[in-house]
């Protein structure tokens, strides 16, 4: 053990179903209310679910079965963070610079996260106020949401001031949470988010279901069909690899998988806490608010208020279209449409900051642990770094900016990071040690396929998803195929930045071993 | 909407509501 015998106990859980409220609302997200049904919708509807189940069994459970027991196995060496799991299960000198890894990724995602997060608050204070109403098309909203962002200066938002309050407040209260520590901070967060995101959501899809045909003159402009262009199989599309491939990706993204936030709330477990039942506890409510909550919302009504036409040139533009232009101007159109307007984006508010909250919670995690920083210093320290990195998003937002990051980390990086992960739990550290973890005071007994399962297929999956994005995407991204050549300073400024952020992790990680080492050497055992 | 989108939409909502109730259920025994 490396830990300083003087250091104080690490922190907990207070309970049970706060810490599975506190998974799933890591899990639980924008993309489970916006890139879902958009996803669902392009790629065979109904038929989707069959290519989302398997990878849901195939891939997400073991994949988070995988990063609850990497978890719990650092916590019992007072570690929450992947340099010093890894440390553990590879026991190699390079293991904790891999880990960093687990660091940098979750650095890199929370500076644009956050910062998309902070619009949903502003467009629930919007749809409360007024702001948007009497824009009365989709290239208005379009106009709107790109003066708020400061792409342009219109009479909306002639500055980028509104954006950037927004940013402030959201990033205070995202760190307000975690400065008060897990038991106190994360999980009464999630004990009060995760009920009224469920409120929120089946208060909306009420809503929905009741909302017939709301125009009489256009009859089949109405919820049934909103159904069927969810659901409506279309089996033909199956034979398609980029469908099969869509429903991976979704699964992957949903649970939150690849970034560390996992791994750094089953730290807190005590060795002989279940995660067997609690991951599955976790991702089924996550696929609730997902597939029962998310599929019942945006796409349904949207069809219902502007036909099939319109919602399949929404879908194809993506969950943003779908979220920031088509939502507020069916808000618009709908009785009581303020509040439910409000509640809208106030639910994904909710989501979004749970899930900022959890990804910030590794370099908590790893400052006041590897550092003995106290956790006031370390949310001071964590808050001023993450908001520094966050500037040259939000200012250099329109050329694209963001979307290299996101490529880059939010895509690439952490299926990298997931393959890692497997390596190391299941094949480095072992299949017999790795299913040893998982079961140690498992509430569910496990069948042993599942141990092949992880070992074989998950890989399998994770290597076939990553080799698959780089080739449809990666080298266009990598030549900055489509970008203005004005903007390239920018992109190459991205590039910069996710270098230097992962340089600056693994030193980090090397001076907190050093100081390990010094401690170790001064206190006698 | 189609029989079989009513299928698909049912069958997703039961296995998703079951696993759910199965999970929950348990965690509460095991309290």
């Known amino acids: 053990m490396t830990t300083h015998p003087h250091t104080k106990p690490r922190e907990q859980w207070g309970t049970r179903i706060g810490l599975i409220m506190a998974m799933a609302a890591n899990a639980v997200g924008l993309g489970n209310f916006l890139r879902f049904p958009v996803q669902c919708a392009n790629n065979g509807g109904g038929a989707f679910m069959i290519p989302y189940f398997i990878a849901f069994v195939l891939l997400g459970i073991p994949l988070l079965w995988i990063e609850w027991g990497i978890g719990r196995f650092g916590g019992k060496y007072g570690h929450g963070t992947t340099p010093g799991m890894f440390h553990y299960l590879w026991k190699h000198p390079w293991a904790k610079y891999v880990g960093a890894i687990g660091l940098a990724v979750p650095l890199l995602l929370i500076i644009y996260y956050n910062y998309i997060v902070s619009w949903t608050l502003a467009y629930s204070v919007f749809s409360f106020t007024g702001k948007y109403s009497g824009v009365a098309n989709y290239q208005g909203m379009a106009d709107f949401l790109a003066a708020f962002q400061g792409k342009v200066s219109n009479a909306y938002f002639p500055t980028i001031a509104t954006a950037f309050l927004f940013f402030v407040i959201t990033h205070f209260c995202m760190m307000g949470i975690l400065a008060r520590g897990v038991s106190k901070g994360i999980e009464l967060l999630a004990k009060i988010a995760m009920p009224l995101i469920c409120i929120f959501g089946i208060i909306l899809v009420v809503r929905v279901l009741f909302l017939g045909t709301p125009d009489p003159r256009l009859p089949l402009n109405n919820v049934a069909n909103g159904f069927g262009f969810i659901w409506n199989p279309d089996f033909s599309i199956l034979k398609q690899s980029k469908v099969w491939l869509a429903a991976t990706g979704q699964i992957f993204f949903t649970l939150s998988v690849g970034f560390g936030a996992i791994q750094v709330y089953a730290s807190y477990l005590k060795e002989k806490d279940d995660v067997v039942l609690s991951g599955l506890a976790t991702a089924s409510t996550n696929e609730f608010c997902e597939v029962?909550?998310?599929?019942?919302?945006?796409?349904?009504?949207?069809?219902?208020?502007?036909?099939?036409?319109?919602?399949?040139?929404?879908?194809?533009?993506?969950?943003?279209?779908?979220?920031?232009?088509?939502?507020?101007?069916?808000?618009?159109?709908?009785?009581?449409?303020?509040?439910?307007?409000?509640?809208?984006?106030?639910?994904?508010?909710?989501?979004?900051?749970?899930?900022?909250?959890?990804?910030?919670?590794?370099?908590?995690?790893?400052?006041?642990?590897?550092?003995?920083?106290?956790?006031?210093?370390?949310?001071?320290?964590?808050?001023?770094?993450?908001?520094?990195?966050?500037?040259?998003?939000?200012?250099?937002?329109?050329?694209?900016?963001?979307?290299?990051?996101?490529?880059?980390?939010?895509?690439?990086?952490?299926?990298?990071?997931?393959?890692?992960?497997?390596?190391?739990?299941?094949?480095?550290?072992?299949?017999?040690?790795?299913?040893?973890?998982?079961?140690?005071?498992?509430?569910?007994?496990?069948?042993?396929?599942?141990?092949?399962?992880?070992?074989?297929?998950?890989?399998?999956?994770?290597?076939?998803?990553?080799?698959?994005?780089?080739?449809?995407?990666?080298?266009?991204?990598?030549?900055?195929?489509?970008?203005?050549?004005?903007?390239?300073?920018?992109?190459?400024?991205?590039?910069?930045?996710?270098?230097?952020?992962?340089?600056?992790?693994?030193?980090?990680?090397?001076?907190?071993w050093q100081k390990k080492h010094v401690i170790q050497q001064r206190v006698p055992e | 909407m189609k029989l079989s989108g009513w299928i698909f939409l049912i069958s997703s909502w039961l296995f998703i509501i079951a696993v759910m109730f199965f999970s929950y259920l348990r965690v509460l025994r095991k309290k």
């Open chain 1, 292 to 512: 029962i909550l998310g599929g019942s919302i945006a796409i349904p009504v949207v069809v219902a208020f502007s036909g099939l036409a319109q919602t399949k040139a929404i879908a194809a533009g993506g969950a943003f279209d779908l979220g920031f232009f088509a939502m507020p101007m069916i808000f618009q159109k709908m009785a009581w449409g303020p509040f439910f307007g409000t509640i809208w984006f106030f639910l994904l508010f909710l989501a979004g900051l749970t899930s900022s909250v959890a990804i910030t919670q590794p370099l908590m995690a790893f400052f006041q642990e590897e550092f003995k920083w106290t956790r006031k210093k370390t949310a001071w320290i964590v808050g001023v770094m993450t908001f520094f990195f966050s500037l040259p998003v939000i200012f250099f937002l329109k050329h694209g900016f963001l979307n290299e990051l996101d490529f880059w980390v939010g895509t690439v990086g952490i299926v990298i990071f997931a393959i890692i992960e497997v390596v190391l739990f299941v094949w480095v550290f072992g299949s017999h040690n790795a299913w040893k973890e998982i079961l140690s005071g498992a509430d569910l007994k496990l069948p042993h396929f599942i141990m092949p399962i992880m070992k074989y297929v998950t890989l399998v999956y994770l290597v076939v998803l990553f080799l698959f994005w780089m080739f449809q995407d990666g080298w266009g991204v990598l030549m900055m195929k489509g970008v203005p050549k004005e903007d390239y300073p920018y992109i190459w400024f991205a590039r910069f930045l996710l270098v230097a952020v992962g340089a600056l992790m693994v030193f980090l990680v090397h001076i907190a």
